[in-house]
């Protein structure tokens, strides 16, 4: 079955830089969530998007933007880059958010570490 | 606000041994909960879930009960094998109060010993 997929799995930023997340859901998901996972920490939720509106916003630093596309892909733009933005940058997409129960299913990360 | 609490780790078990891991839960309204597993260098992958009171996942061996009674969401396993080492989540969700976000606990990490 097909998985959310997450490019690039790796990146490596210097300080203050730009960075662009891309996430691909499920396909038939209208949901999309971005968490953020710093190193031995518990994923904290940044933002969510619901056909291609934003839905729901957590912990995301006013440096950070995100939107979900026609296609429902969405992306993550990170700027000016802090060296505590490193983390592990997980995409996950879900069916149907006005149904009453939900299941998220996660993309395999995008690790950024900013130098 | 939502919040999940685990047990610390790690817990370190032989193969064959039985596992625990303590989960409670404080929410607003009537959460779902779901147990994730994050192999080393992999992303969350969902283990089992439960919806409503008294309602128990399961997914290969593993156990939990939503117990409404207690806030709590355990997870067991009869029998652990090496293959099971892994960090282990409790999250929650509470779809109808509009937080469909996933609340996690801080993980725990079993590592199980041939």
């Known amino acids: 079955a097909a998985g959310v997929i997450q490019s690039p799995r790796h990146l490596i930023k210097e300080k203050r830089e730009t960075a662009t997340l891309k996430c691909y859901p499920i396909p038939r998901h209208d949901t999309v969530y971005w968490y953020q996972q710093g190193p031995g920490q518990d994923p904290q939720f940044l933002i969510s998007f619901y056909e291609k509106m934003q839905s729901d916003k957590g912990s995301i630093p006013d440096r950070f933007s995100a939107q979900q596309f026609s296609d429902y892909h969405s992306e993550l733009n990170m700027s000016s880059l802090e060296l505590g933005d490193s983390a592990l940058y997980f995409c996950a997409s879900s069916l149907g958010v006005t149904r009453v129960t939900e299941t998220q299913y996660f993309g395999p990360g995008t690790r950024l570490l900013v130098l | 606000g939502n919040s999940v609490t685990q047990m610390e780790g790690p817990v370190t078990l032989s193969e064959e041994a039985f596992l625990t891991i303590n989960c409670t839960y404080t929410?607003?309204?009537?959460?779902?909960l779901f147990w994730y597993v994050q192999y080393p260098g992999e992303g969350l992958q969902l283990l089992l879930k439960?919806?409503?009171?008294?309602d128990k996942g399961s997914n290969k061996g593993f156990e939990a009960t939503y117990r409404k009674e207690t806030t709590s969401f355990h997870l067991e396993k009869g029998s652990v094998q090496v293959s099971d080492s892994a960090v282990y989540f409790c999250a929650l969700s509470v779809p109808h109060t509009g937080r469909r976000a996933l609340t996690f606990g801080s993980g725990t990490r079993l590592q199980v010993q041939p």
């Open positions: 439960a919806t409503k009171a008294d």
């Open positions: 929410a607003t309204g009537y959460p779902s």
